[in-house]
């Protein structure tokens, strides 16, 4: 008799871990991942990235991404950015089975929706909502899947963008070395300044090769000026960049400039027009235009104002014995 209970009581013991065996697995093969393979940011061509901020549509030409359909030159990092998380995409872990999109920023007023293309065909589509409390997931939903999954990495930032600020920003860019002149016009004032052309240094009637030295420049009459001035304001235009951009025909570029400045090199000549500051939300901005870019944009107060002192102290007159202006026009 006690045999026979030993007996029912193992197999009832070895029942339950059959079930319990049974139940786990089909536990986990409901909540089995989506493999995603990668994607070679290489063969992506196009890009559409809608969201909050608004819709984007990015396609390669001629090895550069542009934003259509006006075809403004994007900024390379950003997409670059872009194009590694969509190859890189990798979900780790469900957190829900039937979402309440809005808990994650997956609704439709905040999810951004992202799709890349080949030549031929999507290569990658998905919703991204908030970053996790750990912040180093997002969460993200697939096409056809209702759960909600952990994506590796906290990467949202990365697609959240206006057009404008997927924009390139660099709206001038010249080699100091290449400049053979510079022209600044003030109303009807006219100020030029040319390099002096450097000479080898000799000893015991051998030429040596002079040390690198600051570039030394003159007037067009051969007038001496300050050197470092006029270096330091060829190093701002070098890789100038705005702080957003302009419609073609705003108001602001309407009126007449405070500086025209137009840097010669032996290849092209790039301009560059300053105009009037303007305050927009208690921020002084400073108008402007160039050769580089297509539309006109904004610097901000402390970008303009280091080219407005330095032009300034170059071309206003000093009072005698003092290196203080007298005209602030």
């Known amino acids: 008799m006690r045999f ?23 536990d986990r093969l409901a909540y ?15 890009l559409a990235v809608t969201g909050p901020e608004g819709n984007l549509l990015l396609e390669e030409k001629g090895g550069q991404w542009v934003l259509m359909p006006r075809e403004y030159l994007a900024d390379d990092q950003k997409v670059d950015a872009m194009l590694a998380t969509i190859g890189n ?31 031929n065909k999507i290569v990658r589509q998905f919703s991204l909502g908030k970053a996790a409390d750990t912040f180093r997931h997002t969460f993200v939903k697939l096409p056809g899947d209702n759960r909600v999954f952990h994506a590796r990495d906290n990467f949202r930032d990365r697609f959240d963008f206006s057009v404008d600020a997927l924009r390139d920003k660099q709206v001038l860019t010249v080699e100091p070395d290449q400049v053979t ?32 030295a600051e570039k030394q420049w003159q007037t067009t009459d051969q007038k001496t000026v300050d050197h470092s001035k006029i270096n330091r304001l060829l190093q701002k235009f070098t890789d100038l960049h705005c702080q957003s951009f302009l419609e073609p025909d705003a108001p602001e570029v309407s009126t007449p400039p ?22 927009r939300d208690e921020e002084k901005l400073w108008p402007a235009a160039s050769s580089l870019a297509a539309d006109p944009f904004r610097l901000s107060d402390w970008q303009a104002k280091d080219i407005v002192e330095l032009i300034d102290h170059l071309t206003l007159p000093k009072k005698a014995g003092s290196g203080e202006d007298t005209s602030k026009e």
């Open 32 to 46: 089995e991942l989506p493999q995603l393979e990668k994607v070679d940011p290489q063969t992506v061509v196009k």
């Open 4 to 26: 026979k209970k030993e007996l029912i009581t193992l197999v009832l013991i070895i029942a339950v871990a059959a079930g319990y065996l049974f139940l786990r697995q089909a």
């Open 89 to 119: 995409l990798a979900v780790t872990t469900v957190v829900a089975e039937k979402s309440s999109d809005a808990r994650y920023d997956l609704d439709v007023d905040h999810r951004i929706e992202v799709t890349a293309w080949d030549e």
């Open 181 to 212: 002149s510079i022209q600044v016009v003030r109303k009807k004032e006219m100020f030029e300044w040319i390099p002096i052309e450097s000479k080898p240094a000799q000893s015991d009637g051998k030429e040596k090769e002079a040390p690198a």
């Open 258 to 279: 405070v500086w025209h400045i137009t840097l010669k090199t032996s290849d092209n000549d790039h301009t560059f027009t300053l105009y009037p500051e303007i305050t």
